[in-house]
């Protein structure tokens, strides 16, 4: 079982610093090697395209525009359980200004529109960073 949750952190218009943002945060629980079933220590990549349209467009950084799609990839960690019945968990906490610097800037709003989440392994080695992964899972109901 998963989920990925994206929560808005207002900031402080009353402040100099800019304290919005987007929280992210990534689960994923009885996460198992396919061979053995043994628990997946290894990384995982959770993948959600960004739309953003807002106003800090054109020259004078004031118009109306719509970006193109970003993928925005969030790298999940994941540990070995001491219960032998469940497989790893894989979990992560992070920030949209962590991943791209700038993206929630404050005071300024932005309509966002975001595509499936997907969720791909680490590949035989592991690691999230490699180019032999595979998709893992996708957003929606599993019902067996």
């Known amino acids: 079982m998963g989920n ?3 929560s808005v952190v207002r ?3 009353g ?4 304290e919005s943002d987007v929280k992210v945060h990534v689960s994923l629980t009885d996460v ?3 061979a053995g079933l ?3 220590t290894g990384e995982l990549t959770e993948v959600t395209t960004l739309r953003i349209t807002d106003r ?3 020259n004078g950084i ?3 525009g719509t970006v193109q799609d970003i993928p925005l990839p969030v790298t999940v960690p994941c540990t070995a359980t001491p219960d032998t019945a469940k497989g790893g968990d894989c979990v992560v906490s992070t920030s949209i200004d962590s991943l791209i610097p700038g993206a929630v800037p404050e005071g300024k709003r932005s309509v966002w529109a975001l595509r499936q989440v997907q969720v791909f392994d680490g590949g035989p080695d592991g690691d999230a960073q490699s180019a032999d992964n595979s998709l893992f899972a996708v957003q929606g109901v599993f019902i067996p």
């Open 4 to 6: 990925a949750r994206l």
């Open 11 to 13: 900031g402080d218009p």
């Open 15 to 18: 402040t100099s610093a800019d």
């Open 32 to 34: 198992r090697l396919a």
């Open 38 to 40: 043994a628990d997946y």
């Open 56 to 58: 800090q467009n054109g």
């Open 62 to 64: 004031n118009r109306t």
